[in-house]
Nanobody
């Protein structure tokens, strides 16, 4: 019912920048997107949280990206962004967006959680 489409990954040299985008669409009506999150998974490692944005404006970042990454959201476009600056080789991985979305259909509200398909970010040294 909900689809997240990511874009913006690629290959960049250390010290460079990338901007990831993730847009939500749904078969029902999107009532609200309560939480957006960006996660990443490096080869041989567990998926980890990178940045989270909630509807009250709160943002949280992994210690490893604080001061370099910025999460932002465009509620009118149902889209979240991750601006990544001063990239390091250890930032390499597949980046996934995650959203907690409330849909409305059939006269009621339906909470959902959805993951994007992932986008590869590779930072060369």
């Amino acid at each position: 019912q909900v689809q997240l489409v990511e874009s913006g990954g690629g290959l960049v040299q250390a010290g460079g920048s990338l901007r990831l985008s993730c847009a939500a669409s749904a078969s029902g009506s999107i009532f609200s997107i309560n939480t957006w999150g960006w996660y990443r998974q490096a080869p041989g490692k567990w998926r980890e949280s990178v940045a989270v944005s909630t509807t009250d404006g709160t943002t949280n970042y992994a210690d490893s990206v604080k001061g370099r990454f910025t999460i932002s959201r465009d509620n009118a476009k149902n889209t979240v962004y991750l601006e990544m600056n001063s990239l390091k080789p250890e930032d390499t991985g597949v980046y996934y967006c995650n959203a907690h979305i409330v849909l409305t259909y059939s006269g009621s509200y339906h909470p959902t959680e959805t993951w994007g398909q992932g986008t590869q970010v590779t930072v060369s040294s």
